[in-house]
């Protein structure tokens, strides 16, 4: 669990200009020479390092998520938000033990109820996914008595996310969408997975052409969060969310890796800070 801080917070609105103004080989070519400067930066190989390390942790809570939710009771410490239920979808073959400090400084925050919503990513699609989450954000927005929610997807999750709220009705129930890490244009990464929803986060997939044709502007505010060490997301600025459409805040976050934007307590600050913002209520 790290406490490094963000080195860069850039948000930024999108333009009318375009989400392909540049090709993502070019993009490519761009991040090859960053990775190149970046051997003179000594932050980068902190930044590696600590991927490293909380890969292993991952791994290590890894089997937590194949057990039953413990019970847990609902415990704000300091300043509160306004109480709201929070779903968060976890990405390729992860679950829910991926969120396990997430969830926790969410509940801390006075949010909940946090329900995590796990699926089998090697074996499903990303439609089929998605609408498997549509039920479950019904249930949870009703149980909360609530009229919305906050929506945080990591990875792969953060497509499911967009996909739910974009063409399955999700608009109306969720007020926050959050992804991080989420390879919105496709990641070169994805040729390395197998099943089908691994296909569908290739670059120029009909499924990633798909998700451009329906996002229409909407009620629901868009936050992605995208890092310029995340070696899963190829190039990095893939996560970027830059459709027009959806006027989405992109916050860049500085070497920090794919896994660590999970464990990053600046990472987490900068969400639970976004999260005050009127705009998100």
């Not at 909380?54 to 089997?63: E, G, N, R």
């Not at 925050?109 to 329900?115: I, M």
């Not at 992804?179 to 290739?202: F, K, L, N, V």
Request: one cysteine or more; hydrophobic letters at 40%; charged letters at 20%.
């Amino acid at each position: 669990m790290t406490s490094e801080p963000v080195t860069t917070d850039v948000t930024r609105k999108v333009s009318a200009a375009g989400p392909h103004s540049a090709s993502l080989t070019g993009a490519l070519r761009r991040q090859t020479g960053a990775a190149v400067h970046s051997l003179f930066r000594p932050a980068s190989y902190l930044g590696v390092v600590r991927e490293v390390l909380l890969t292993s942790v991952h791994a290590t809570t890894y089997p937590l998520g194949l057990l039953p939710p413990l019970p847990f009771r609902h415990e704000p410490s300091g300043p509160s938000l306004p109480r709201r239920p929070v779903v968060l979808v976890h990405g390729w073959v992860h679950n829910r033990s991926a969120f396990l400090l997430m969830q926790r400084v969410l509940r801390r925050a006075g949010l909940g109820p946090v329900h995590p919503f796990e699926y089998p990513s090697v074996t499903s699609d990303l439609d089929q996914i998605a609408r498997h989450l549509v039920p479950v954000v019904e249930k949870v927005v009703d149980d909360a008595r609530a009229d919305s929610c906050v929506l945080v997807g990591h990875s792969m999750g953060g497509l499911v996310a967009r996909q739910y709220v974009q063409e399955l009705g999700g608009d109306r129930l969720v007020d926050t969408v959050v992804t991080m890490g989420t390879p919105h244009r496709g990641t070169y990464a994805a040729w390395c997975g197998i099943g089908r929803a691994a296909e569908q986060c290739r670059p120029g997939s009909a499924y990633l052409a798909q998700l451009e044709r329906t996002a229409r502007p909407g009620l629901a505010r868009w936050i992605s969060y995208y890092s310029d060490l995340d070696f899963m997301i190829t190039p990095a600025v893939s996560a970027k969310l830059l459709t027009p459409a959806l006027d989405a805040t992109n916050v860049r976050i500085r070497d920090i890796g794919h896994l660590s934007l999970l464990l990053s307590r600046s990472v987490l600050a900068d969400l639970l800070t976004r999260l005050e913002e009127p705009a998100a209520a």
